[in-house]
């Protein structure tokens, strides 16, 4: 079975666009499971740094993500058997995972692994940054997420209580320029993606709209 053979709903965005919220609910109402690809580049973050290496040399980051065994499942992320559920959201990996988003064999490996991710479960609920544009071209719906920078900064900030908010706005905006601006799969919206701005919306609305354009999409191919 090919990628383009099951349904996948590719779910991309910048950070705090509530692309994981959505992702994760939207994932039940339609009986799907749900995979969070950030968790996996940030899974790698961890083990580069966690194995002393610089995380800007790509090479050895590289050759250590096609080694490194990762599992990413409802929210519990296990990294060569160490459960790295919490530091992957730290300030430390948070840091480095730009860089190691950046890396071309990085992100040659955690493609792959994400295409088998979705024959092995029949399709899913796919969130990141490159997921309708690059991993599966073929989804079934295209969503791209967006919000004022203000509001997903705030959103991000609510749910890293340590951290001030203008901390956690620097970040984002450091994440989205490097995001956007890398020459791998950077941050782009498909041409045939659906835009959401979630600014004025709550994640109940934003799940019950998307639902419903995943049916309809459903429905004229049946
Ligand atoms: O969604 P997040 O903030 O947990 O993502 C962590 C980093 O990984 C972020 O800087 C963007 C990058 N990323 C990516 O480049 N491609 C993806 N498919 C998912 C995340």
Redesign the pocket.
């Known amino acids: 079975m090919e990628p383009s053979d099951v349904p996948v709903i590719a779910i ?1 965005g910048p ?1 705090g666009s509530g ?2 919220t959505v992702a994760r609910r939207l994932a039940v109402r339609l009986g799907l499971d749900y995979l ?7 899974a790698v973050a961890f083990a580069a740094i966690r194995q002393g290496l610089d995380p800007v040399d790509a090479d050895p980051v590289a050759a250590m993500a096609r080694q490194v065994e990762l599992s990413v499942s409802d929210g519990v992320v296990v990294v060569d058997g160490t459960d790295a559920s919490v530091e992957i959201r730290g300030p430390e990996v ?1 840091r480095a ?2 860089v ?3 890396n071309a064999g990085v ?1 040659e490996e ?1 493609r792959t692994r ?1 295409r088998v991710w979705a024959v092995e479960h029949r399709g899913g609920v796919i ?5 309708g544009t690059v ?1 599966f071209p073929d989804a079934l719906l295209k969503v791209y997420l967006t919000a004022d920078p203000e509001v997903r900064a705030a959103r991000r900030a609510k749910e890293m209580t340590d951290l001030a908010y203008d901390t956690v706005a620097a970040d984002i905006a450091r ?1 989205d320029a ?2 956007q601006g ?1 020459s791998e ?1 950077p ?1 782009v919206e498909a041409d045939d993606a659906v835009t959401v701005d979630t600014t004025g919306l709550g994640i109940e609305e934003v799940v019950e709209l998307v639902a419903q354009m995943v049916e309809r999409r459903q429905e004229s191919m049946s």
């Open positions: 991309d950070a692309k994981s969070d690809t950030g968790a996996m580049y940030r948070s995972v730009s190691v988003a950046a992100r955690l994400q969130e990141g940054r490159d997921i991993v994440r490097a995001d890398r799969s941050l």
